[in-house]
Structure formats: structure tokens, C-alpha cells
């Protein structure tokens, strides 16, 4: 079945460093990538997405890009702020599935 | 569009209790996926529902769970009777392959806390 495994966390940087999250896929086919946050106290939300090879997907000033050639698709920012400290969950949907498949959540801490 | 409602927002129980969750999905999404989420287990699909009939309920912890979607508007997870490992958050989430692709819209969830 499809599976996604992302970086164990928490993830604890300085306000300004350079955000990478590593996400890596199993699947059969050809499925839609996912990026979504989940902010203390609320539902998850999408944050950028990615449905074909090569394809990057874009928000908020973060990018991640579709490498199928490494089934992965690790979750980007130059610059991260406070503001961004919450969980991020990599997903994939479609690929023979209907299900929806999420990884366990990297949680970010940025400090001041 | 509101999003998708989900009520109560919390719900303090005592073990035993049938407890009953609802969700209002996004109006002319079709799919809707009922979650689970605590900090041992992560984020757990629990059922799935595609124009108001669920497709897959293996996520369905035991017997205790039970889910309806008597209209594409409205769905509610019971537990009945309600046990302490049953605490966690509780999202509802939909989703229209057709006018979103496979994006899922989560609602705020229920905090659950069953004592």
C-alpha cells in the first residue's frame, strides 16, 4: 500500500535559518503530493501542493518540487520566521488510492 | 464559503457515555473523511464517505465507532460507550476531486476528553 515517512521532529531553529523537511513516498501510479500545517489548536490546512513529476509547488515562501525520481518531496523555506512554528504533515493522495496517506507531522519550532 | 463547521467544538465525558460528533461539510464536496489525532498514534483515518456512502471503514477502531452521512450536508461520528483511551481531537474533513483535485478541507475538530 502507499506509505510516507517523514524527518522525526520536533525541527528547533533560530528566527532567518533555512527550513528543510525531508518527506519520502511509497506508491503505485502517479500520485498528488501534499504539504499542510497544522497550527496549535486548529484543523490541518493546505499549504502547497504538486500533482505531476518535477512539478514545484509554492507558498508563503515555501516550495517543495516532485522528484520521482526519488519518490520524495522535501518541504522548503530560506528564511523561516516565527510565526511558522507549527506541524507539517507531507501526504499523497491518488496513485490507485482514494485514500488519502499521511506521514506522522514534523513539528517546527522557530525561536526569536 | 464557512468551511467545514464541526460541533462540539469540546467535549467533556465520563467513561460510559455515548458521545456524538458532527460535521457540516463544504457545500458541493462530495467525500468526506472522519480523523482521529493524539500525540501516541499521529493522524488516523478512521471512515471515508464518497456521495454519502461510506467506501472504507477499516480505520474504525471496534465496534464502539459508528458513522452516518444521511445527507451530503451533515455527518456524525458516535461512540457509544465511550472509554479514556477514546480522548483525542476528531476532524472532519471533505474534499471534491472534480473542483479541488484531491485537496482535503479539514474543519477545527472536537477535543474529546472521556474521564
Known amino acids: 500500500g502507499n506509505s510516507v515517512t517523514q524527518m522525526e521532529g520536533p525541527v528547533t531553529l533560530s528566527e532567518e535559518a533555512f527550513l528543510t523537511i525531508n518527506c519520502t513516498y511509497t506508491?503505485?501510479?502517479?500520485?498528488?503530493l501534499f504539504w499542510y500545517v497544522q497550527y496549535p489548536g486548529e484543523g490541518l490546512q493546505l499549504l502547497l501542493k504538486?500533482?505531476?513529476?518535477?512539478d514545484k509547488g509554492s507558498n508563503k515562501g515555501f516550495e517543495a518540487t516532485y522528484r520521482k525520481e526519488t519518490t520524495s518531496f522535501h518541504l522548503e523555506k530560506g528564511s523561516v520566521q516565527v510565526s511558522d512554528s507549527a506541524v507539517y504533515f507531507c501526504?499523497?493522495?491518488?496513485?490507485?488510492?482514494?485514500?488519502?496517506?499521511f506521514g506522522r507531522g514534523t513539528s517546527l519550532i522557530v525561536h526569536p | 464559503d464557512a468551511g467545514v463547521i464541526q460541533s462540539p467544538r469540546h467535549e467533556v465525558t465520563e467513561m460510559g457515555q455515548e458521545v456524538t460528533l458532527r460535521c457540516k461539510p463544504i457545500?458541493?464536496?462530495?467525500?468526506l473523511f472522519w480523523y482521529r489525532q493524539t500525540m501516541m498514534r499521529g493522524l488516523e483515518l478512521l471512515i471515508y464517505?464518497?456521495?454519502?456512502?461510506?467506501?472504507?471503514d477499516s480505520g474504525m477502531p471496534e465496534d464502539r465507532f459508528s458513522a452516518k452521512m444521511p445527507n451530503a450536508s451533515f455527518s456524525t461520528l458516535k461512540i457509544q460507550p465511550s472509554e479514556p483511551r477514546d480522548s483525542a481531537v476528531y476532524f472532519c474533513?471533505?474534499?471534491?476531486?472534480?473542483?479541488?483535485?484531491?485537496?482535503?478541507?479539514f474543519g477545527p475538530g472536537t477535543r474529546l476528553t472521556v474521564t
Open positions: 474533513a471533505s474534499s471534491s476531486r472534480d473542483r479541488d483535485g484531491y485537496e482535503q478541507y
Open positions: 506508491a503505485t501510479g502517479y500520485p498528488s
Open positions: 504538486a500533482t505531476k513529476a518535477d
Open positions: 501526504a499523497l493522495y491518488g496513485g490507485g488510492s482514494y485514500i488519502p496517506t
Open positions: 457545500s458541493g464536496h462530495n467525500s
Open positions: 464517505f464518497n456521495n454519502n456512502v461510506p467506501i472504507d
